[in-house]
């Protein structure tokens, strides 16, 4: 029992040393853009006095919860994911629309948003050049026709999330009217399916229109000509409470979200998965670069 | 020994009761619909589930067990350590580790996904198969020379069934460990159940996880009870009495 109870009085101890620290907790999910990300804000905001906790690598709807339940403060999140897998809404074609939407669904869940980003991180079909060039492939509507002509012939690599999620495969089946057939769906993780396709083990995979891969391995997107992937633009989403206590923390990401867009993503993405540099060395490079953090 | 037996009647009442109280939280959840809605890709993950299994098991089987034997002989024991060592290696490194490590050599998919399942279960039915022929009674190999047997004689006649109980022991182990290990082969693309079990955890939805998991456990716990009658089939009746005595 005394055991018991000095334990506790340790315990409180502890978390009454941090009173009057700026802490702050930053999600990510589970791909490079993400570690850059959330590594960049952690360096913005450290340099700022916060005292900041990253919760990394977790998938969308996982890191999703974790925001809801304010075990994640803040994370950089997708228009488009939210929008669709969380409010299970239609897609909308404009960013800003989009964005509003979003922002005036979520005001109920206590999270705000804000800084909406031209990081346009949506969703893509990759092909290598010469089997795009082979089969006369150039838009998803020219894939869904040869599939539909060869049945059975092409596979795809995907991650768990793609292939199960509304806006992921199975919209885009519907949307374009074809079938891969469950055999053909190879699920691997996210990491793996550029290199998939590259070996020539399938056919398809899916991308990000971010992704560094697509021009390392010389890869083409196809033209997604029925407009089916929605904006999925990189923008800030915070727990109401938390940005009432710390109000800057606004201005502070704005400056992030003001100099990306896809281009420098790409750029970066391309620094860390295909050269293989470390994501803080990236994230902290930029940063000075810009002039965002001092040296 | 009463109130032994009273306590483990007790324990597996009430274990009995949360497995019954699972099932009946995740049925009223309709947490199986992806079995009945989804039933062309459960079988097909199904499917590929037990291939992953059956081929890397049938391998290990197939390469450990003479392993074993072999080593056991008098002219290999001194490389004992060497197999014995490499074999260990192959268990200690993580098995996330081995399909990383084979995509580069295997590329992606099936074949990557049996090779690292298969190291995994090298180990147990190695160990297993040593440890049973070296704890058979010297003086039992003696009285067999004695009697004039060959050596190939003593080997199946002698060794291997006093060893069986041991061996299968082994390959029970390494099929069981498996089939819950094979769930990690969606990371490399093998396909399978974890298919589902991973969808489950990316999207937070338990319809998926528990669709995939629960299954992979029936499997498991179904073919440990399998093994077990095989087991009882194939040892003989005097063997079984000193082992359980």
């Given amino acids: ?295 | 020994m009463k109130r032994k037996k009273l306590t483990s009647l007790v324990v597996r009442c009430i274990l009995y009761a949360l497995v019954a109280l699972f099932l009946f939280w995740s049925i009223k959840n309709h947490y199986y619909d992806y079995i009945f809605t989804n039933s062309s890709t459960f079988l097909l993950l199904l499917r590929q589930h037990l291939s992953l299994v059956l081929v890397s098991s049938l391998l290990a089987i197939v390469i450990a067990v003479p392993m074993g034997i072999l080593i056991t002989r008098k002219s290999f024991r001194r490389a004992e350590w060497v197999v014995s060592n490499t074999v260990n290696f192959g268990q200690t490194i993580p098995s996330l580790a081995v399909l990383a490590l084979m995509i580069s050599i295997l590329g992606i998919g099936f074949k990557t996904a049996v090779f690292a399942l298969f190291i995994y279960s090298l180990l147990p039915i190695y160990r297993n198969t040593v440890a049973g022929i070296d704890s058979i009674d010297e003086n039992l190999l003696d009285a067999a020379k004695g009697m004039g047997m060959t050596r190939v004689q003593i080997l199946f006649k002698m060794e291997l069934p006093n060893a069986a109980y041991s061996i299968l022991a082994g390959i029970r182990t390494a099929i069981v460990l498996n089939i819950g290990t094979a769930a990690l082969a969606y990371v490399v693309g093998g396909g399978g159940l974890g298919v589902w079990i991973f969808t489950g955890i990316q999207l937070f939805d338990n319809g998926y996880l528990i669709s995939g998991a629960i299954p992979v456990t029936l499997l498991a716990v179904g073919v440990d009870f399998g093994l077990r009658l095989l087991e009882n089939k194939l040892i003989s009746k005097g063997i079984r009495a000193t082992v359980e005595s």
């Fill in chain 1, 1 to 295: 029992m005394a055991i018991m109870i000095s334990l506790a009085l340790i315990l409180s101890s502890c978390s009454s040393i941090g009173v009057g620290e700026k802490r702050i907790s930053v999600g990510g999910k589970n791909f490079t853009e993400q570690y850059l990300l959330s590594e960049m804000t952690a360096f913005l905001l450290e340099e700022e006095g916060f005292k900041v906790k990253q919760m990394n690598n977790l998938g969308s709807t996982v890191v999703r919860k974790a925001l809801e339940n304010n075990q994640v403060d803040l994370m950089w999140e997708y228009t488009g994911t939210a929008l669709i897998t969380y409010m299970k809404q239609d897609p909308i074609a404009d960013p800003d629309k989009t964005f509003e939407k979003v922002k005036d669904l979520d005001a109920k869940n206590d999270i705000h948003w804000m800084n909406m980003s031209k990081v346009n991180n949506t969703y893509a079909l990759a092909m290598t050049k010469e089997k795009a060039e082979e089969l006369d492939i150039h838009s998803i509507s020219d894939l869904g026709e040869y599939i539909n002509d060869h049945p059975d012939e092409l596979t795809i690599a995907s991650d768990a999330e793609f292939a199960n999620r509304q806006d992921g495969l199975p919209g885009v089946e519907k949307k374009y009217g074809f079938d891969f057939g469950a055999q053909n769906i190879n699920q691997m993780d996210i990491g793996l399916t550029q290199r998939a396709l590259d070996k020539g083990q399938v056919d398809v995979s899916v991308a990000f229109e971010t992704d560094a891969t697509i021009r390392a391995y010389g890869l083409v997107t196809l033209e997604d000509d029925k407009q089916f992937f929605p904006p999925y633009r990189a923008a800030v989403s915070v727990n109401k409470e938390v940005l009432k206590k710390y109000p800057e923390v606004e201005e502070i990401t704005g400056r992030l979200a003001e100099k990306l867009d896809s281009e420098i993503m790409r750029e970066l993405n391309y620094k860390v998965d295909i050269e293989g540099n470390s994501v803080s060395v990236v994230a902290y490079e930029w940063l000075v670069d810009n002039g965002m953090i001092e040296e």
